[in-house]
């Protein structure tokens, strides 16, 4: 099993800045791909930023060029810098960890979800 904590959601107004954090704990070994999901009140969840183990990236349109998606694998912990925030970034915001290379085709944990609220 693998636990994974969020961190580092807020209140921010738009055009700044938060850092989330995601600290993976248990069988962090078996941990392949990483990635960051978001749901906002009525939708659907969504990708919002991936990472493979070896840090190939891949992000959704609406945050390139805003939000950069790291990795570190000494520290088990995952990130997501986000800059440029914008009213509709606003959303639940869940750390997810893969046992497959590509975590949009599997997601095995999930962590608690962290709220990111962008104020206009």
């Known amino acids: 099993q693998v636990q994974l904590v969020e961190s580092g959601g807020g209140l921010v107004q738009a055009g700044g800045s938060l850092r989330l954090s995601c600290a993976a704990s248990?069988?962090?070994?078996?941990?392949?791909?990483m990635g960051w999901y978001r749901q906002a009140p009525g939708k659907q969840r969504e990708l919002v930023a991936a990472i493979t183990r070896g840090g190939s990236t891949n992000y959704a349109d609406a945050v390139k060029g805003r939000f950069t998606i790291s990795r570190d694998n000494v520290k088990n912990t995952l990130y997501l810098q986000m800059n440029s925030l914008k009213p509709e970034d606003t959303a639940v915001y869940y750390c997810a960890a893969s046992h497959h290379p590509i975590v949009v085709v599997q997601q095995n944990y999930w962590g608690q979800g962290t709220q990111v609220t962008v104020s206009s």
């Open positions: 248990g069988s962090i070994f078996s941990i392949n791909a």
